[in-house]
């Protein structure tokens, strides 16, 4: 530790941490365009020019480390001189046009030239002009506003992991653009968005919509993944306008995926069903919700007399309390078919019990990891934050290896990547559990004693167990893999042979959740086979079988067949109308108070942001309201504390895999890898991601 002199004031801190984060933890402010914590320095932008005692002239605070007994000054003649020149020369190719720009009351640019600009320019030649360039539906180009700071380029090589924007040209002829006129295509890109200090890159969903300072904000938690980022919801008007990252460190730090960041648009889609619709006759009528929920439990009682025919489907990105009220509801009603695993398609590990998907180091502990076998997972796609986490393992030294049914781009270097052929996923994870075995001198189990080991099967292992800490991670594609009981069997396997952490990762938002409250078929139907039961009735809450379950075209038969279906759902659809019976609108995330669980079982809980649209309603009191019609006990609750301090304590069950018996099955092996932007029914309705590359990605298998 070195003490170091700012504006006269003593400050200690680590010798050859930088000045301007040692200036920022003491709060003393230093100006700048180019430095972001989270990026390489730069140094480009000279905003940060200070004054230190024993230098001949200014230096930049981003890229001068501290020493002991340095003596710096901010605020001296010397420094403000130096720190007025170059806001002059960046203003003198910007085009003022801040009346228009989004950017507008969030400037950097702004609120720097506030304090260091002048109010008249000597500058009387033309300004520069920079065409624009095409970034792709997300992002909003205006270049002749870029001060040339370099941060969008930075983020692309050191955080996306995608040389997408580059510099071209010198001096004020420099430009900063896509390569080959190619749109901006991470998963991340949004994140350039926040990083811009001017209005060169702006969100184009949000473009003119409003102002910032019309905006009101409201903390929230993103609802289309694990990993529960933390978010703040803008709105106008009682309406979403944008959502943008709530700095977290122990989970999103300061990044947003797309997915959470444009998705919002599907809760203002065209199609949001905001009242209450009964089916008679053959035809449709909007109603009020007492005449709809009264037509749906006289619907439900002529069918509760044999319930084994009644199945519920529930959305995996329900709030912690709909599930609990909706397992709830359906017990008191004696249905046991129940499920939300609607990307699954092998169910024979329930026999043994049921396994709370989850990520055993926590999120910011994964950075720390040494090795890491992704098997069945795209996982830039599936769950970006944590991606970009293993990226930052990866860059610091650690190894990645990949099992995967086909070739994907990862945006970090490999140590291994085995490409399964048709049919042998589960045989090329099943040589690596071999070899695991035998590298622990372990009995080899007899339903291996026909898998070949390969030199990358023992190369593997051999990385997982020389590393402290490790992680096996089975990714989306695993989950909806025709064979994943023996995935997981064979990923446990490997995991207590070599000492490394057994993750089976939950994709959408609040799985752990809907695990925790139980939305399970303990003695009854799965997913599956309720599809393939002809049940005479179903329930879907947030769901649209049709869109949501993997076996779509065998959900969509199901419905019709079906005599009496009731959607909880906050959309409306043509699908929906030829198979239902009941429409209840609900609200949607930004319109409910409730608890998501995320990939830790970490529980956090949010309020809600704007009004329901229409007459949709939080779909906790929608059941809480059925569960009383029904004339059932524990359905009292008057607000949504209650109902989770009823399943606060719960506890997540897992499987021993040791116990588990498994033969290897040589069946015809099928997996889906699915778009990041089908998620669910809010990412389906956002016009922007829909128009993106990923949302219609075909990806092949190599040869």
């Not at 065409?131 to 983020?155: K, P």
């Not at 040589?666 to 699915?674: G, K």
């Amino acid at each position: 530790m070195v003490k170091v002199e700012i504006n006269g004031q003593v400050v200690e801190a680590r010798e050859g941490d930088m000045l301007i984060d040692v200036a920022d933890k003491a709060q003393i402010s230093i100006p700048r365009f180019c430095y972001h914590k989270k990026l390489s320095i730069a140094a480009n932008c000279r905003m940060c020019l200070v004054e230190v005692e024993g230098a001949w002239k200014p230096l930049p605070a981003c890229a001068t480390p501290v020493t002991d007994g340095m003596k710096v000054h901010t605020k001296s003649a010397k420094a403000i001189a130096a720190q007025k020149s170059v806001m002059e020369f960046l203003l003198i190719n910007h085009p003022l046009d801040c009346p228009i720009c989004d950017q507008g009351g969030e400037c950097e640019l702004q609120d720097v030239a506030m304090d260091y600009g002048d109010d008249v320019s000597r500058y009387t030649e033309a300004k520069r002009i920079v065409g624009d360039r095409e970034a792709g539906s997300l992002i909003q180009t205006d270049m002749t506003r870029c001060i040339h700071c370099t941060r969008c380029v930075r983020f692309g090589q050191e955080v996306a992991g995608m040389m997408e924007l580059g510099a071209t040209g010198r001096s004020e002829w420099m430009e900063i653009g896509t390569y080959i006129e190619k749109s901006i295509t991470s998963e991340m890109s949004g994140n350039m968005i926040d990083l811009c200090p001017v209005g060169a890159l702006t969100s184009k969903p949000f473009r003119y919509s409003a102002r910032a300072w019309e905006l009101k904000a409201h903390n929230g938690i993103a609802p289309h993944d694990s990993m529960g980022s933390n978010i703040i919801l803008h709105s106008k008007d009682g309406e979403i306008k944008r959502v943008v990252p709530r700095e977290n460190e122990a989970i999103n730090e300061v990044w947003l995926s797309d997915r959470d960041r444009f998705a919002y648009e599907g809760i203002n889609a065209e199609d949001r069903l905001t009242q209450p619709q009964i089916k008679k006759n053959g035809k449709w009528l909007s109603v009020d919700w007492e005449t709809a929920l009264e037509f749906a439990v006289e619907g439900l009682k002529e069918r509760l007399s044999d319930a084994s025919k009644v199945g519920v489907l529930a959305s995996p990105s329900s709030t912690v309390e709909e599930l609990h009220l909706l397992q709830k509801l359906a017990r008191g009603l004696a249905i046991e078919n129940i499920d939300h695993r609607l990307s699954q398609t092998d169910f024979s590990l329930d026999a043994n019990g049921f396994h709370t998907p989850s990520l055993v180091p926590s999120i910011e502990e994964v950075e720390e990891l040494q090795t890491v076998l992704l098997v069945g997972s795209y996982l830039r796609k599936e769950l970006p934050i944590l991606n970009h986490r293993i990226r930052k393992a990866v860059l610091a030294g650690a190894k990645a290896h990949v099992i995967n049914p086909l070739t994907l781009d990862f945006n970090y270097p490999l140590a291994s990547e085995i490409i399964a052929d048709q049919n042998n996923l589960v045989e090329q994870l099943a040589g690596v559990a071999k070899a695991a075995l035998e590298m622990a001198n372990e009995s080899e189990q007899a339903w291996l004693d026909s898998v070949e080991v390969t030199n990358t099967h023992r190369e593997i292992v051999e990385s997982l167990k020389a590393a402290e800490k490790a992680a096996v991670m089975l990714g989306q594609i695993s989950q909806n893999h025709s064979n994943y009981a023996q995935l997981q069997k064979l990923a446990a396997i490997i995991a207590e042979a070599t000492g490394a952490s057994l993750n089976i990762l939950p994709i959408a938002a609040n799985e752990v959740g809907a695990h925790l409250v139980n939305v399970l078929p303990q003695n009854g139907m799965n997913v599956s086979q309720m599809l393939n039961a002809n049940l005479d009735c179903f329930i879907n809450f947030g769901v649209e079988p049709e869109l949501d379950c993997i076996e779509s075209d065998q959900a969509l038969k199901a419905m019709k067949q079906a005599g009496f279906v009731v959607n909880m759902t906050a959309f409306d659809s043509e699908a929906m109308r030829e198979y239902a019976d009941v429409l209840l609108p609900l609200a949607t995330f930004a319109e409910t108070a409730g608890t998501y669980v995320n990939a830790n079982g970490l529980k956090q809980s949010f309020k809600m942001a704007v009004e329901p649209k229409g007459d949709s309603k939080a779909g906790w009191k929608v059941l809480r309201v059925l569960g009383n019609l029904f004339d059932l006990e524990g359905f009292e609750q008057t607000h949504s504390n209650q109902v989770l301090t009823e399943v606060m304590d719960n506890q997540a069950t897992n499987i021993d895999f040791g116990k588990v018996e498994m033969t290897l099955d040589n069946a015809s092996e099928t997996f889906s890898v699915l778009s990041p932007y089908v998620i669910d029914s809010i990412v389906r309705r956002s016009p922007s991601l829909q128009a993106t590359p990923d949302a219609n990605a075909q990806l092949t298998k190599r040869g």
